[in-house]
């Protein structure tokens, strides 16, 4: 579907990828459907007083109702599932009423996303063809895009996980040319030294809340990066080498 074809639609419901954290990382389908929304869903963690993805779009925030769900921030798939159930509740309310609904979310909607949980809920309870996914930038294009050496190229494999068990990123090391690692913050200093056993310590590139103004903190070193305070939203750029094609 092209740019020009594209129309929100009444009932219907957007899942709305609002990029890393600057503003200006919006894509213009994405601007257009939260202007043209009735009610706008913005996750918020139970850890922060603000929604980021409220603070990315507050440009285009105008007479749109803003609903922000508190999510928990824990390790426990019932607690999250019941939380984005009662979010997909609300969204199901507006929408059988004739209301356009976006949920914003960082990044992509398919990426580690909070829209996650509420898809399929919303597909089955507004039927086939009234869900929609608006595709955001990743955190990893955004830490990427600090860096000249590319992700990927020619038979390049690139694989994305979160850095949180050593073990399993230990195994993904050996299959891979790129290796993205998200919620790495409290690990950092088990993965240096796993790559350190490598010998991939100076392969590792580091960025910490990607795109977001006056936060955003950028390490060529994984080691100088183990000085500062990483926070939640670190994410690890690991290049093992090239792939040989012929």
Known sequence: MSHDSFQTQKGHFYAVGVGPGSPDLLTLRAVDVIRNSGVI???RSALSRDS????????HIFDQEVIEHVYPMQRSETKVRDSWLRASEIIAFHCLRGRTVAQVTLGDPHIYSTCAYVLPVIEKALGSGRTHIIPGITAFQSCAANFTQSLTTQEDRLTLMPGTDMAEVEKAIGGCE???LY???RKL???FDLLKRQ??????????NSGMPGKEKIYQDLEQ???DEPGYLAC?????GRRKWD
Do not use: M, S
């Not at 980021?52 to 440009?59: G, K």
């Not at 690890?236 to 093992?240: A, C, E, K, N, R």
């Open 199 to 208: 010998g991939l310590e100076r392969h590792a590139r580091v960025v910490f």
């Open 41 to 43: 869903l913005c996750p």
């Open 225 to 227: 990066a183990l000085e």
């Open 183 to 185: 919620k790495t913050g």
């Open 52 to 59: 980021l993805a409220l603070e990315i779009i507050r440009d």
């Open 178 to 180: 790129t290796l993205v």
């Open 189 to 191: 200093q088990q993965l």
């Open 236 to 240: 690890v750029l690991v290049y093992t």
